[in-house]
């Protein structure tokens, strides 16, 4: 009946995946991580390595003032209330927890400073020391080689086995599968004595699954994503029984750069420099037109409305804590110039009008709130006035599903139909739905992957067969 | 003031071009100094169609951010070129607009004449361009796709460097042997991958190739889980646009490797079977002397002395017992020289065994009581269970000559 046999089984190699995987082989149960790529980490290793935590270590140490209680308070307001309470709680409440089981178990580093994203009303954001979730994927599977928690590549999930009795026994792979083909691979079945752990994560790549969700998001919109970030995992899910929820809220990224593909380094760059230490403004009219530091969501639906493209807008001051600079000046991503007329010109944007935006917003800045957008000013803000200048030219690209599965505190999958769980299928990261809302707080990602990642994992080693 | 009647002392003031005013493609718009539109030109009604002018807030109409003309007139200075979008409906227009102090009748004196040119068609030209740029692109990304593709479908992993050590493009392959995604593989910096002791030989090679020549080296390459590996590594050089570019194709060679050690330990192995061979020839041929040798031993010390015995003596039945034993004595040394055991020595006992090594030996009785610290009698009581365990009780059958064909290594 089965190939091989386990007791968590766990689908998807990123943070949510291996998140459970570490803490159930800790809580004594054979471990195997399924992938269906040829390489592991998915998405996660091509992030950005932001993680929101709330009262960190560092925010008492800079004297910053948070707490869980503010973190979900921000989520509510960004998901529109949209959120399920009780899963945005346990996030919040176990965010620092996380943060220092990266640090503690793993020896991940981070830089020593916070950064406010979007949408945050303090600065709560941690960045690994390189700048990428490789920071934390590449500690995660040294930890799983340490541990002999087998991860095998090339394996696609193309069924959950559930019992007529309602539990989930196992699943059945394509062994030797090679991204894209359905053609590829051959049937492996796997049990699962314990649970199966559905961890792969978001469909911003199925265009033809978010299409139908949302149908604005056609195949003239770029992703972020890798290209393995599609739907069969989620739709396995359903299939069995599972409760979708919420699956037409899917986020688009208002910072990646329409001169390079995918994430890039353009996005860091961005959320780094551009957005909390410079101007959004409108290439065809030269002015700001929304908040730089609201929601992803609002940032969006106003850039979607402009005929040109967006440009970000900063200078010598506010590149300082941009740590992908060199890499987009290289590739050519953000532009450098002496002056704001060349920068103008170059980028065929009205320089009277720009000349105004700039001078009016240095005003804000040194008036201490923004007269126009009401955008957060932080303390160390300077006014753009240093040469040299930079830019980076903004297109919106598809790079969250806050849909998915829905799953309950304890990270078990819940049934449709009787709204309970199902027994053995428990569910982490983008694949589930519910927490985030409507839309998705930047940094928040990485915190729920591993606060219900190690939840799922914990309790997977412990459910009774 | 009634509108009707400002718009007659405005027609008699400005009668000279009413004509243009008519009939020009630009729109014309007339405001007071209270930011209110007085008067609007056909092609204007036109435009907004539709729409109420005269009496609207000119900067609301414009969505110029302000209704104060003052505010307005700062925004806009006077006889320059201004590009302003404008909301119709639901669609976008964009004008170039020029802004005029209006000099006549006191109260219209602080008002301005506004000349709107419709951009919108050279704007949309604009964006053809752009979408006909798009297009270009679009070939050369086809092109791209072919290469691409290419560079895919080769079955060793490839990863193109710059002069910053970085990985500038790797192709599936390549990701696979990392287990880093092609994404987060293009932009990483290559010493990732490899060892210090590696990235100084790659370095060395970086800097001693022309362009063109191609080097090969076996370094160690790190997985992304921190796994060490061999891996056999091809660079060679590539300038493009002044750069330095090395592309550098990479093989997993675990698998080569093992396979080397196998191969390495089965001829060490076969070289010692050889050895051993060798060995074993010598020892047969030792065998065989020493063989011989015990054929002469045997000859010489019992053979020679029964068949001396045997001469000497009268006695017919010592004769035939000697006889017997020579017989026997031959027929073991003909007989593969297998030392058979004799079950008569088997019933021994330990210090029996020994006494009758010494007695082949060829060794006195007083030798063997010294040799062995026993006293005479003991030794005579030996002897004689001997005899009788050996069946030779009452046998005139030396011991001696009878031991001397035995093997007495029990």
């Known amino acids: 009946m089965w190939d091989l046999e386990y007791d968590v089984v766990v689908v998807g190699s990123g943070f949510a995946g291996l998140a459970t995987a570490l803490e159930a082989h800790e809580g004594g149960a054979t471990v195997i991580v ?432 | 003031m009634k509108q009707e009647e400002q718009c007659c002392q405005q027609r008699v003031g400005k009668s000279y071009y009413e004509v243009i005013f008519l009939n020009t493609n630009n729109l014309i718009l007339i405001v007071g100094d209270d930011g209110v539109i007085v008067e609007a030109n056909p092609k204007a009604y036109k435009v907004f169609q539709e729409q109420k002018l005269v009496g609207r807030f000119f900067g609301e109409l414009l969505d110029l951010d302000s209704n104060i003309l003052q505010i307005i007139k700062e925004r806009y200075p006077f006889d320059q070129q201004h590009e302003i979008d404008v909301r119709i409906g639901n669609e976008s227009l964009i004008f170039k607009m020029n802004v005029s102090p209006l000099l006549g009748d006191s109260n219209l004196t602080a008002g301005v004449i506004a000349i709107l040119n419709d951009l919108t068609p050279e704007v949309d030209n604009r964006v053809l361009i752009e979408s006909e740029m798009m297009c270009h692109v679009q070939e050369k990304a086809h092109l791209d796709k072919m290469l691409e593709m290419i560079f895919l479908s080769v079955g060793e992993g490839i990863l193109l460097v710059d002069e910053d050590r970085e990985i500038v493009r790797a192709n599936s392959q390549a990701s696979e042997i990392f287990g880093i995604l092609e994404q987060k593989l293009c932009g990483e910096e290559l010493e990732y991958l490899t060892d210090g002791e590696g990235m100084q030989i790659l370095n060395g090679l970086f800097n001693s190739l022309v362009e063109g020549e191609k080097q090969q080296a076996e370094i160690t390459g790190h997985y992304s889980n921190g796994h060490q590996f061999p891996i056999a590594v091809t660079v060679t050089r590539v300038d493009f646009r002044k750069r330095k570019f090395w592309p550098i194709i990479v093989r997993d060679i675990t698998e080569q490797k093992e396979y080397e050690i196998k191969l390495q330990y089965e001829m060490k192995r076969s070289e010692e079977m050889n050895v051993t061979l060798s060995n074993v020839l010598k020892s047969i041929e030792k065998d065989r002397r020493e063989r011989e040798q015990q054929v002469k031993n045997k000859v010489k010390q019992s053979l020679l002395p029964s068949l001396q015995k045997m001469t000497k003596t009268n006695d017919l039945e010592i004769r035939s017992t000697y006889r017997e034993l020579i017989a026997q004595q031959l027929i073991e040394l003909t007989s593969g020289f297998e030392s058979r055991l004799d079950a008569g020595l088997l019933k021994l006992t330990g210090t029996e065994i020994a006494i009758c090594r010494v007695i082949q030996a060829g060794r006195s009785g007083k030798e063997i009581c010294e040799l062995m610290n026993l006293a005479f009698e003991t030794l005579q009581t030996h002897r004689k269970n001997i005899r009788k365990k050996l069946g030779l009780r009452g046998r005139k059958v030396n011991l001696q000559a009878y031991l001397a064909g035995k093997n007495c290594d029990v």
């Open chain 1, 34 to 465: 399924l992938e269906k790529m040829h390489a592991p980490g998915g998405n996660s290793s091509i992030s950005g390595g932001l993680v929101a935590a709330a009262a960190s270590p560092l925010q008492e140490e800079l004297g910053i003032v948070d707490s869980p209680e503010l973190l979900a308070k921000d989520m509510f307001k960004a998901g529109q209330d949209m959120n399920h309470h009780d899963l945005v709680k346990i996030v919040a409440e176990q965010s620092t927890d996380a943060l220092r089981w990266t640090i503690e178990k793993l020896g991940v580093e981070y830089k020593p400073c916070l950064n406010i994203l979007g949408g945050h009303s303090v600065a709560r954001t941690y960045n690994t020391a390189n700048a990428s979730g490789s920071g934390i994927i590449r500690p995660m599977l040294q930890a799983c080689r340490k541990n002999n928690i087998q991860i095998r590549m090339k394996a696609m999930l193309s069924e959950i086995v559930r019992k007529p009795n309602g539990r989930v026994e196992g699943v059945v792979i394509k062994d030797g599968y090679l991204f894209p083909s359905g053609k590829s691979g051959t049937p492996l079945r796997i049990r699962a004595r314990r649970g199966v752990v559905l961890a792969t994560g978001g469909y911003s790549r199925d265009i033809a699954f978010r299409t139908i969700q949302n149908p604005i998001l056609n195949e003239k919109i770029e992703s972020t994503n890798q290209p393995g970030a599609t739907a069969e995992g989620l739709v396995a899910a359903l299939k069995i029984g599972a409760t979708p929820i919420q699956l037409a809220h899917i986020q688009l990224g208002p910072w990646a750069s329409s001169d390079e593909a995918g994430f890039g380094v353009g996005s860091m760059f961005s959320m780094l420099a551009g957005f909390p230490y410079g101007i959004l403004v409108d290439a065809r009219t030269g002015k700001r037109f929304v908040n730089e530091l609201s929601d992803r969501r609002l940032r969006v639906d106003a850039m979607l409305k402009k005929k040109r493209f967006s440009i970000a807008i900063t200078d010598s001051s506010g590149v300082r804590f941009a740590s992908t600079l060199n890499k987009c000046l290289k590739r050519g991503v953000v532009r450098q110039y002496e002056t704001i007329e060349q920068l103008a010109i170059e980028n065929n944007i009205k320089l009277d009008n720009l000349l105004v935006t700039i001078e009016r917003y240095n005003r804000s800045v040194s008036l201490g709130h923004d007269m126009d957008f009401g955008k957060p000013l932080q303390k160390d803000l300077q006014a753009i006035e240093t040469p040299p200048f930079y830019a980076i030219r903004l297109t919106p690209k598809v790079h969250h599903c806050m849909g998915g599965v829905q799953i309950d505190r304890e990270g078990r999958v819940l049934d449709i139909e009787t709204h309970e769980p199902i027994p053995g299928l428990f569910a982490a990261g983008e694949v589930t739905g519910g927490i985030h809302g409507a839309s998705r707080l930047g940094s928040v990602a990485i915190t729920d992957c591993l606060v219900f990642g190690r939840i799922a994992g914990r309790n997977a080693a412990n459910e009774p067969f």
